[in-house]
């Protein structure tokens, strides 16, 4: 193969079949600056939900593992106090679930203003 090209090159042949396989040349960007904002839009949006899930499901199980500790705990101070503390680690857990989301609404609403104000 390699000689019938070289051959062919030598020979002044047309080369244009060696060029066809190739993909055409790209002489620019074929989207827009908007609809490659609007990918990468969706794409964090995506994230931030499935973050959003993670943080909750993890928030619900540390609220049941302190409830369990506090019904365990059959009147032991030190037990009960754990169990306070826990139940207090996952609310303050939901709080910043919760905060995280109204921050990146609110992002959101000031990087998407750009130029019509709303």
């Not at 090209?5 to 030598?10: A, E, K, S």
């Amino acid at each position: 193969m390699w000689v019938a090209l070289f051959g062919d090159l030598v020979a002044g042949a047309d080369a244009a079949w060696v060029w066809a396989e190739q993909d055409p040349p790209v002489e620019g960007p074929d989207e827009s600056a908007e609809e490659s904002t609007t990918r990468i839009r969706a794409v964090v949006n995506r994230v931030r939900l499935v973050l959003i899930a993670i943080a909750s499901a993890l928030g619900t199980l540390f609220l049941t593992i302190a409830g369990v500790r506090w019904l365990v705990a059959n009147g032991e101070p030190g037990a009960v106090d754990g169990a306070k503390r826990a139940l207090t680690g996952a609310s303050l857990g939901y709080g910043i679930a919760i905060l995280a989301t109204v921050l990146m609404e609110i992002l959101d609403w000031i990087i998407s203003a750009g130029g019509d104000g709303t």
